[in-house]
């Protein structure tokens, strides 16, 4: 239990009371008023009088993630309470079971930061805020600002290009220059930022780029799988613009997890005047 902060009497024969409560938690709380005059003593109490606003999320960052994580995710909201004992959390995903926050942080009264791994990380974040001891529990709401979205994982592609390695050494001027130039066209052929364009490594035989296609957080934007299977449309496609580019025009074939080989077949109308590098 906790004392009222300030206990106003309204009137005279004290028939009227102000109690400002406490900054706490909790479902319900019963109001008790001890009265003692002299040697007599009275209690009187309001059963289940009082009750704390419920916790709500109004927004998650990030709201899109990679799985499996470890992912941190901050939620803010109101009404988390100032206690981390009497908040808990979760993610209720969508197939599978819950995923609980290992750990819950509690950074304030309107922000909770909660770490969570799993397989499928696609579903609702929900706090629970009180318990026996304060008054009961309650939920937050399952709403548009719980909803934490899955994002596809990267998708690695192995691109071979005419070049010869010997003229791209390691840890050189014309190595980076190579990966700006790649990485660019690529880019630009696939209509997406340069950031999903990942580089990994560079292999003999003539040269194999290994790429990895990174997701994006717009809803809108091309997965990598799509983006994947773009690029296999554009390979064989003589007069694409990945065909077409001095650097990506050399390719001879595309290959990788879950999509199918593709050749560069025909000629394209520019791409193989860069062939030499």
């Known amino acids: 239990s906790k004392r009222c902060q300030t206990l106003e009497v309204k009137d005279p024969a004290g028939t009227r009371l102000v109690c400002r409560t406490p900054i706490w938690v909790g479902k319900q709380h019963s109001l008790i008023v001890r009265v003692k005059s002299g ?8 059963q289940s009088w009082l009750r704390y606003e419920a916790p709500r999320i ?29 908040v808990s959390g979760r993610l209720v995903t969508d197939a599978g079971p819950a995923i609980p926050c290992s ?23 929900e706090l629970t805020v009180g318990t026996f001891w304060s008054g009961g529990a309650q939920t937050t709401s ?13 998708v690695t592609v192995y691109i071979t290009l005419a070049i010869d390695i010997q003229t791209i050494p390691p840890d050189t001027f014309d190595r980076a220059a190579f990966i700006r130039a ?4 690529t880019a630009r052929a696939l209509r997406v930022p340069e950031s999903r364009i990942l580089v990994v490594d560079i292999l003999p035989g003539s ?14 934007s091309p997965t990598p799988s799509e ?16 065909r077409t580019s001095p650097i990506t025009g050399t390719v001879l074939g595309i290959s990788g997890s879950g999509i199918l080989p593709t050749l560069a077949t025909g000629t394209s109308t520019t791409g193989a005047a860069g062939a030499g590098g």
């Not at 790649?182 to 066209?185: D, L, M």
């Open 39 to 46: 040697m007599l003593e009275q209690f009187a109490v309001g």
């Open 58 to 86: 109004t927004g998650l960052i990030p709201g899109k993630v990679v799985p499996p994580g470890p992912t941190t995710v901050t939620i803010i909201g109101a009404n988390f309470g100032r206690n981390v004992s009497d």
């Open 103 to 125: 750990p819950l942080v509690l950074v304030s009264d309107s922000q909770v930061l909660c770490n969570i791994t799993g397989q499928s990380l696609q579903g609702n974040m």
């Open 142 to 154: 399952k709403n548009a600002d719980t909803a934490l979205i899955e994002l596809e994982q990267p």
């Open 182 to 185: 790649f990485v660019t066209q």
């Open 207 to 220: 040269i194999i780029v290994v790429v990895a296609l990174l997701p994006d957080l717009s809803t809108t």
């Open 227 to 242: 983006l994947a299977t773009l690029l296999q449309i554009q390979i064989a496609n003589p007069d694409s613009e990945f």
